[in-house]
């Protein structure tokens, strides 16, 4: 295999202290690049980094996502401890829970829209202008398949991923001119903590949807997203990327 070579890079990596985005940090710093894991969880984000500091250059830090002063306060710390940032994985998600939607509570809609949607347009709009100065720059997006065909049971998940895809759209088409390119994944199943979240019901909905038959792997996903993130993309925007075994429609 090709080894996709990001030697120098400094990625930002948010809901990077496990799962999906753990995954994508490993494949990373596998490749050279220097990693800053964003999470809620901050004790996870250091346990990680730690880790991956066997391999390679990381940090963990703990904030949220959907606050602007935490965004910029760990913008901050990441460009002190690694001098800039070449690369924004906006990762970080929650599921919310498995309702119909005249039962969704709003409080819950809120939440899942907060972190989902307006979490990654945070990240997007603090590390932009990074970005147009040093004119470079790599951002990926994690949406859903549930963006792209709705889940029953999941409106404000399916709802905050549409939006990001749309997100995604619309920055992509703000940028080229500064060669930043950004594109969106569409994963379908990864089996991961999100699934805490989620009733086995959902989980079998899902799975039985997929013609591949099977989860996708997070090596599968980090695999993707390591190519979007390099300079070997040079020219592919506002794009989506599909990771559902089949299931997408478009
Ligand atoms: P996960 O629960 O394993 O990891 C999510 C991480 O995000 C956690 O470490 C969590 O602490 C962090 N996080 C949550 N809220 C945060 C906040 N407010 N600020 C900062 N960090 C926060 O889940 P995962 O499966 O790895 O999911 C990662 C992304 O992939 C999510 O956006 C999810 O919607 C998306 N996704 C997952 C699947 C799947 O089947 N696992 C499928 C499609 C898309």
Known sequence: MNQIDLKGRRAVITGGAQGIGLA?????VASGASVS??????????????QLSKIGDAHGIGMD??????????????????????IL??????????LKTWEYPIEAWQQVIDIDLTGIFLCCRAIAPLMIEQKYGRIVNTASIAGKE??????????????????????????????IAVNCITPAVARTRIFDQMTQQHIDYM??????GRFV???????MVAWLVSAENSFTTGAVFDLSGGRATY
């Open 217 to 223: 792997e997070v090596e599968e996903i980090a695999s």
């Open 24 to 28: 994508i940090a490993q494949r990373l």
């Open 207 to 212: 799975l039985s949807k997929i013609p591949r």
């Open 37 to 50: 894991l964003w999470d809620l969880d901050a004790k996870l984000a250091t346990e990680a980094a730690e």
């Open 89 to 98: 994985v906006a990762n970080a998600g929650i599921a919310g829970p498995n």
């Open 150 to 179: 709705g889940n029953p049971n999941a409106p404000a998940y399916s709802a905050a991923k549409a939006g990001v895809i749309a997100l995604t759209k619309s920055l992509g088409k703000e940028l080229p001119e500064y060669d």
């Open 65 to 86: 996502v959907t606050q602007p002063s935490e965004v910029a306060a760990a913008l901050s710390s990441s460009v002190n401890r690694m001098g800039g940032v070449d």
